[in-house]
Every structure is written in structure tokens, then in C-alpha cells.
């Protein structure tokens, strides 16, 4: 099988932890008898260096004409004097809409080997940590009309929460499909005490579930669903919410898994063609020392290959991989425990590709 992929190796640590991943796929290319086709795009603070812009247009449309997209991460403090319209997030903001990725779905899941990380009492953390967000990705308040005015002698802004019935019901099904493959259980979250756009997410979610018998369907609001992933994760299998809520929500979840590094991503949309990223940032600090932890990435293109590419074995080899490198105690730096082995960041794409 031969795919195209378009490769956004983008700021800070983006470029270090991209080129693991790609050894990797590489190595399953090899294995499984692929040929993957790489094509290098420029988005966020490399872009405005290079273009002047975060997400020029030609580099929009060869994303589009890929079968899927890898990215490394975007921004940092070097571009944090331009102009909001020009930010290296808004490159990546045009990019899920340009694309129509309206899920994103992040998994939290806490690896065994990882548990002495976790911030959580061993009570808790016992249980079992593993629920996927799945999140509404180009709508709500993010995609709204902003707007700051001068009214009655002092400035005023307005930033506006929008959704639709077919908005809501289309990542509701995600929610809900993605459930049927997991455990059967879904958990809408929602402010619907408040939120004119909450009552409208929770009706369209109610008339879901009717079509849905076999998953168990709760709704939630956020703050106690804030207060429930630390309290208790376990009894969560599937969260679907949106745009803002599932941006906060996800990143507390990825705090409980012992490390940030470890969390892959997908943002999807009505075609195959996904984007796949780790969720962490660009850590600038770290930038360009070796020092990153990859398997964030490694298991995005895990995910690349199950979601986009219908490669459910080349996943599986890929994530069995990444259990055998953390068994065998080695680990960098953000999830350094006593008697494990210290490694970089290539030193762990070493680690990983012995295991494929």
C-alpha cells in the first residue's frame, strides 16, 4: 500500500520528536511492505519566518491532497509579539478548518509502567485510568465573532458561543460510535444550567441516544465533570463535549497519565485524511537539546495508521513497541523514575525501533 503524508514538523521540539515518528513508520513500512511518501509543510512560527503568514495557502491545499497529516507541534515566545490574526495557532486553527476536522479525540490513558508518575493516590489510581475526550473541534466560542469596543468610556470585548443542531449531532456520533468500540459508555458534558448552547447540545444528544440502546448515556455538567476526572477517572469510558470545554477537560486528563508526553491525538472530519499530533506544546526550553519525550508522537502515528490508513496490525506493532521500550525501564527525562535508564529523545526512537 502506498500513502502520502504531509509532515508539519513545525517550532520548538516539533522537528526532534517528527523525525522519531517518521523512523518509525519507516521501519513499518519496511515490515508490512508500505511505501509511505513524505511531503514537508510549513505551519506556525517557521511559516511567518519563511511566508509572513502561520498557514499559507499552498501549504493548506497540500495538506489537503495528502492522505494524512503529521504534526509536531507549533509557537512559542519568539513570535508572541504578532498580531493576533497572524499567531502561529492561527495557522493551526485554519488547518482544522481548512481540513473540516471537527473531532479530536484524545486518549487519557495511564501505562502501567507509568503509575509512580501519576499525581493521583494510588486509591485512585489502581482503578484504572483509560477514557478517551472526544472533542468538538471548529465551532463554539473559538470560532465565534470577536469583538472589543470602546462603550461608555471603557473597552468591552465579546467573544461568541455558536452551535448548530447538525454541529452537535455529528460529534455526537463520533461520541457515540467511538463508545460501541470501547466499552459501551458515553458521558455528554455540557452547562446546560447556564448555557443557551449546553440545553441545545443536551437535546440533540437525548435524541442520540435514543438511537444508540446499547450505550450507556449519562449527561454531565463541566465543572463536577472537572472535579469527577480527578476524584475518580475510572468511571469514565468515552467524553464527548465541546470546543472549549473539551480543550480544558483533555489537558487536565493528560496530567493524570503520568506524563504529558505520552498523549497522542486525532482530529478527523467526513473524509480519511486526519491530522495527527502529540498534545503537548512546543517546549522551546528544551528546543533543539535531544531532550524530548517522542512517544507522544510515535503513538499519534499509531493512530495514523489504525484511523486513516486501516493498518490495525501496523498500530498494534507500533504501540506494542512502545509497551516493550517503557518495560525495559527506558524513559527521558519528563517521566525519569528511580532504576529506570535515562535516554533522549533519539535515543528512545532507538529503543522503540528495536522492538519493531
Given at each position: ?280 506544546g512546543s ?32 498500530a498494534d ?28 529523545c533519539s ?10
Open positions: 500500500m502506498e500513502k502520502t503524508i504531509a509532515v508539519i514538523r513545525g517550532d520548538g521540539i516539533g522537528p526532534e520528536i517528527v523525525d522519531q515518528a517518521i523512523r518509525v513508520l519507516d521501519k513499518v513500512a519496511e515490515k508490512f511492505n508500505h511505501t509511505f511518501i513524505y511531503g514537508d509543510v510549513d505551519m506556525g512560527g517557521n511559516a511567518i519566518d519563511k511566508w509572513g503568514e502561520p498557514l499559507p495557502e499552498a501549504m493548506l491545499q497540500k495538506c489537503l491532497a495528502s492522505d494524512s497529516v503529521l504534526l509536531g507541534a507549533v509557537g512559542g515566545p519568539k513570535w508572541d509579539g504578532v498580531p493576533a490574526a497572524k499567531r502561529p495557532e492561527k495557522g493551526l486553527l485554519a488547518l482544522r478548518a481548512g481540513m473540516g476536522l471537527f473531532s479530536n479525540n484524545r486518549p487519557a490513558k495511564l501505562w502501567p509502567q507509568l503509575a509512580g508518575a501519576c499525581p493521583l493516590k494510588p486509591s485512585i489510581v489502581e482503578k484504572g485510568i483509560d477514557f478517551i475526550v472526544v472533542r468538538e473541534l471548529i465551532g463554539g466560542v473559538y470560532f465565534g465573532e470577536h469583538s472589543t469596543a470602546e462603550v461608555d468610556g471603557e473597552k468591552k470585548a465579546t467573544d461568541i458561543m455558536a452551535y448548530s443542531e447538525h454541529e452537535i449531532e455529528r460529534i455526537g456520533r463520533i461520541g457515540f460510535e467511538t463508545a460501541r468500540k470501547r466499552r459501551n459508555k458515553l458521558t455528554s458534558v455540557d452547562k446546560a444550567n447556564v448555557l443557551d448552547t449546553s440545553r441545545l447540545w443536551r437535546a440533540v444528544m437525548h435524541r442520540l441516544a435514543a438511537e444508540y440502546p446499547d450505550v450507556e448515556y449519562s449527561d454531565m455538567l463541566v465543572d463536577n465533570c472537572a472535579m469527577q476526572i480527578v476524584k475518580d477517572p475510572s468511571q469514565f469510558d468515552v467524553i464527548v463535549t465541546e470546543n472549549l470545554f473539551g480543550d480544558i477537560l483533555s489537558d487536565e486528563a493528560s496530567m493524570i497519565t503520568g506524563s504529558i508526553g505520552m498523549i497522542p491525538s486525532s482530529s478527523l472530519g467526513e473524509t480519511s485524511c486526519g491530522l495527527y499530533e502529540p498534545i503537548h517546549a522551546p526550553d528544551i528546543a533543539g537539546q535531544n531532550k524530548a519525550n517522542p512517544i507522544g508522537t510515535i503513538l499519534s502515528a499509531a493512530m495514523m495508521c489504525r484511523y486513516s490508513f486501516d493498518m490495525p496490525a501496523e506493532a507500533i504501540e506494542a513497541a512502545v509497551q516493550k521500550a517503557l518495560d525495559a525501564g527506558f524513559r527521558t527525562g519528563d517521566m525519569m523514575a528511580e532504576g529506570c535508564q535515562l535516554v533522549s535515543e528512545m526512537g532507538d529503543a522503540i525501533l528495536s522492538f519493531l
